[in-house]
């Protein structure tokens, strides 16, 4: 790739993240559907809050944290994504930009508070996830910065942002910019519901816009409607240059046109909270890709920072990734 | 003890933790102590937290840290302290009724943001604090709840509100309602720096006041200006009905009288960030005490609740203690 001055900028859901243990009854009597992302409004993020146990909090929103997993593997980063002025807006902007990570967005004084996303884990490390969006909802073609675009290898985009008009429009009007000025467009589907809410304009996208796709199993089988894993990898691969599907403890499957590599989960000793694992193996796919590796290794380093991260509460990396992917043995 | 509807009713600086992870290094590029806590204003804490890497938040505040322990435990429990209407008020006030502990105090809508503390969690597992009080010293005799205080067996102070007139006048005013009702006071020293800070007092505090005194080596040590642990707690005897005195890995002594107790440390597989540990100590102990089992449970059920707290980020328990404590073989 070019000499560019950002390895990997993305646009996403700025959120932080109120974490809380619970059992399935809780899940049940809440009417929370498990393992998946559902959007919630104020009113019921309220109830939900206090319905919940004692929570730690921690930045999240699925791109961002993509993007503090590149940051400290030592990729030059940027990130686009709207919060609050209010005291979870400002844990946002310090956790990211605390790793480095150029934020020039800027915070929306009045309407709604920054986006939270209630997050219930559960004793088998499932989580499963209430978001309240907040003032992510202002994000439109106006936060993005041309400049800050084309200087990126590759724009990450997440699933979750087709879900609003006019970040559908931002989203639509990055990939232009981005292509125009030589760089590669990544998404993320997000969830297998959010690829329900909208297949066809997403298989649109993906086969026009899209040049390396992440998806795990749920959501690539949701997006062509079958049952067949390998049938739904087939067509993917008509329409991008890369797809890295994600299997869980199944490992990962790349393919790239005739390519095809197929990459072992990475051991954990005991997993505590999945949430941020498809983040995170992307974070990891992409440091070694914007560094020229084969993919072999893009899914290696994507496997070991997504073991990181279900190592322990939140969705960002607590070990240096850099260091994990350096002492593992090649593929 | 009597039917009193409150085991124990606790009043302490209600703090949101904000915990990081650094280096020896950031300690002395940033002049922080090593292991104690340092009082500072709303600009070193605004400084403080820029030059901070990524944080977790999570309820804090020692006294109510040891009320969520008992809680945790099973206890019947009050808190009185001072949050502000803001997004980290609304997080402390969620994370202590979540446990169904009693809080009637009123967030103050005007004046400074709510308190927090900056933990720096260095390699070996030791916590410095930079504690911004805002909010909390609000806190005056005014807050006192007389029914609440009169209902509890113990009341329950922490040291660090010595360290404001209005909080001090507070506190004498809740011994003299507790003790016209029967309960008994208990006070944790809190910090060898705050014991300095007010030396000559807390000694009058104690022989005059206290009927449960907790602290560890160096705060006991600190406030009887000796480095005879031995005689330290020879002195205090005199002074107190009970005194716990806390040694890290080489447990705990606990005297009453003419008894002494010697509690072992409980074994952790890995000690991660030491923060909470006599304040979890401190529940475990009143836990016990409140059900008038003998001294060597007491220390035994805080030796458990420590080690819990000990072994992951953050002053909270992440067990449930009661089944912990349950589990463990009698002294």
New interface residues.
Partial sequence: MGAKEFDVVAIGNAIVDVIA?ADDGFLAAQGIDKGVMTLIDEARATAL??A????????GGSAANTI?GLANLGAATGYIGVVAE???GA?FR???T??GVHFPTAPVAAGP?TARCLIVVTPDAQRSMNTFLGACADLSVAHLDPALLAAAKVVYLEGYLWDRPTAKAAFLEACRLTHAAGGKIALSLSDPFCVDRHRESFRALIADEVDILFANTDELTALHETDDLEAAITATREWVDIAAVTRGPDGAVIVAGDTRAEIAAQPVPRIIDTTGAGDLFAAGFLRAYTQNLDLATCGRYGAIAAAEVISHF?A?P?SDLAELVAAAPAA
Same sequence: chains 1, 2.
């Fill in positions: 243990r809050y206090a919940m146990g004692p929570a730690i909090e921690s930045s503090a209010d005291d979870l844990i310090h956790d990211i605390a790793l508070a939140g960002r607590e």
